[in-house]
């Protein structure tokens, strides 16, 4: 006989290994140690595995856990995103515009793109960030309706899936004030110095290692992220130099944060707008004909 899944148990896995402890999560959810504990038990037993280990006090998550953990927070999100597609679509009869995204490309983009979608037509926009291979299932199945990133999939079928380049900006690095010497003798002064750089995700990590290896420039890399504003905090906390395109940090500069230490000759970040070629959309329509950011 097949087990089928509680979801009251999945929310209490997922709030126990948020927090690293059934303490704390019994607390939030209002509910006793003794039962959550029981419930946590019942759940593995549910799963056939150990999804956390004990570490003294703490509950460290397995292998098996982490795995679980992550379709868990994507199965609430989705559910999250169920409630307001209904209320917007049932209740308020507007036009949802689903635009999925890649972590690593800028809220300003989004927040963009979003103005211009609501320009076309009065839509409710649903933003929603997701991994590149995730981001490229939800597109082909028409969970949503574009996908900003900052590359091109290997193997994207073009008779399928269309794109436009919405932005191609120069890339340069960035730091916070009190490395602002750097900038004398570049880029050979940021040889073996601490750097920020974006995950292998991300088209830009190639380029930005492609310069490196021209420049004989030695990264030391002490992060790395897709999260951009991550990156931001990271390089204005004095940990290390970060390349960014001047859109997605000027902000920062402006407020005195950050600095321009040198430009990556060669070296842009572009964003595109991935669609599928069938879709017949009025908004995906004016936005391939108008959007640029």
Same mark, same amino acid.
């Given at each position: 006989?097949?087990?089928?899944?509680?979801?009251?148990?999945?929310?209490?896995?997922?709030? %126990?290994?948020?927090?690293?402890?059934?303490?704390?999560?019994?607390?939030?959810?209002?509910?006793?140690?003794?039962?959550?504990?029981?419930?946590?038990?019942?759940?593995?037993?549910?799963?056939?595995?150990?999804?956390?280990?004990?570490?003294?006090?703490?509950? /460290?998550?397995?292998?098996?856990?982490?795995?679980?953990?992550?379709?868990? =927070?994507?199965?609430?999100?989705?559910?999250?995103?169920?409630?307001?597609?209904?209320?917007?679509?049932?209740?308020?009869? =507007?036009?949802?515009?689903?635009?999925?995204?890649?972590?690593?490309?800028?809220?300003?983009?989004?927040?963009?793109?979003?103005?211009?979608?609501?320009?076309?037509?009065?839509?409710?926009?649903?933003?929603?960030?997701?991994?590149?291979?995730?981001?490229?299932?939800?597109?082909?199945?028409?969970? %949503?309706? %574009?996908?900003?990133?900052?590359?091109?999939?290997?193997?994207?079928?073009?008779?399928?899936?269309?794109?436009?380049?919405?932005?191609?900006?120069?890339?340069?690095?960035?730091?916070?004030?009190?490395? =602002?010497?750097?900038?004398?003798?570049?880029?050979?002064? %940021?040889?073996?110095?601490?750097?920020?750089?974006?995950?292998?995700?991300?088209?830009?990590?190639?380029?930005?290692?492609?310069?490196?290896?021209?420049?004989?420039?030695?990264?030391?890399?002490?992060?790395?992220?897709?999260?951009?504003?991550?990156?931001?905090?990271?390089?204005?906390?004095?940990?290390?130099?970060?390349?960014?395109?001047?859109?997605?940090?000027?902000?920062?500069?402006?407020?005195?944060?950050?600095?321009?230490?040198?430009?990556?000759?060669? /070296?842009?970040?572009?964003?595109?707008?991935?669609?599928?070629?069938?879709?017949?959309?009025?908004?995906?329509?004016?936005?391939?004909?108008?959007?640029?950011?």
């Amino acid at each position: 006989m097949r087990n089928w899944m509680n979801y009251h148990h999945l929310l209490y896995f997922k709030t %126990i290994a948020e927090h690293g402890s059934v303490s704390r999560a019994a607390s939030l959810l209002r509910l006793g140690q003794p039962t959550l504990s029981a419930q946590l038990k019942q759940f593995e037993d549910t799963m056939g595995v150990q999804l956390f280990h004990r570490d003294g006090k703490r509950l /460290v998550l397995s292998e098996q856990g982490k795995v679980a953990l992550e379709y868990a =927070k994507d199965i609430f999100s989705k559910g999250g995103e169920l409630y307001q597609v209904l209320q917007s679509s049932a209740v308020t009869k =507007k036009t949802v515009f689903r635009v999925g995204s890649i972590d690593g490309i800028a809220k300003q983009i989004l927040l963009s793109l979003t103005q211009q979608a609501r320009s076309f037509e009065n839509c409710c926009v649903i933003v929603t960030e997701s991994k590149p291979d995730d981001l490229m299932r939800e597109l082909e199945s028409g969970k %949503i309706d %574009i996908a900003v990133t900052n590359f091109i999939p290997e193997g994207l079928d073009r008779k399928l899936i269309a794109h436009k380049t919405l932005s191609k900006k120069p890339v340069s690095m960035y730091a916070a004030p009190s490395l =602002k010497h750097l900038r004398d003798n570049f880029p050979k002064s %940021i040889s073996g110095k601490p750097i920020i750089l974006p995950t292998y995700d991300s088209k830009l990590r190639y380029d930005v290692e492609h310069w490196g290896k021209i420049k004989r420039v030695m990264f030391d890399v002490i992060a790395e992220s897709q999260d951009i504003g991550l990156k931001k905090f990271m390089a204005i906390d004095g940990m290390g130099i970060i390349p960014a395109a001047s859109h997605t940090v000027m902000r920062q500069i402006l407020d005195g944060q950050l600095v321009e230490i040198g430009r990556l000759e060669g /070296v842009t970040e572009q964003v595109m707008m991935l669609y599928r070629s069938a879709a017949k959309n009025k908004i995906l329509e004016q936005l391939i004909k108008e959007a640029e950011l």
